[in-house]
Nanobody, 123 residues
Framework: QLQLVESGGGLVQPGGSLRLSCTASEFTLDYYTIGWFRRAPGKAREWVSCISSSGDTTDYADSVKGRLTVSRNSAKNTVYLQMNSLKPEDTGIYYC????????????????WGQGTQVTVSS
């Protein structure tokens, strides 16, 4: 089973920034849309953002629009989620997922998943 690996999570104060990374060691991400999801404590997993395989098209949930930016670096086989102006409600486990189809917003539609990285926004 091919798997993604997330990194970059941690503890940050409100208003701070983090950059999450998503990579894969066993396959190239070039042919896949990458989606980002998060699961807050006691809540269901929610879609946050996605980026097309070419990197030309991105989309964001309304709750993060203007604060989070998704990008990809083909040479490094890595997709990034730059998170600025973080709020306590951004706390949760962040997952990246890969699928050939763009625009999917339900986690069960994605073919490959990572184990997640914890983001905690607290003073």
């Amino acid at each position: 089973q091919l798997q993604l690996v997330e990194s970059g999570g941690g503890l940050v104060q409100p208003g701070g920034s983090l950059r999450l990374s998503c990579t894969a060691s066993e396959f190239t991400l070039d042919y896949y849309t990458i989606g980002w999801f998060r699961r807050a404590p006691g809540k269901a997993r929610e879609w946050v953002s996605c980026i097309s395989s070419s990197g030309d098209t991105t989309d964001y949930a309304d709750s993060v629009k203007g604060r989070l930016t998704v990008s990809r670096n083909s040479a490094k086989n890595t997709v990034y989620l730059q998170m600025n102006s973080l709020k306590p409600e951004d706390t949760g486990i962040y997952y990246c997922a890969a699928d050939p189809t763009y625009g999917l917003r339900s986690y069960y539609e994605y073919d490959y998943w990572g184990q997640g990285t914890q983001v905690t926004v607290s003073s």
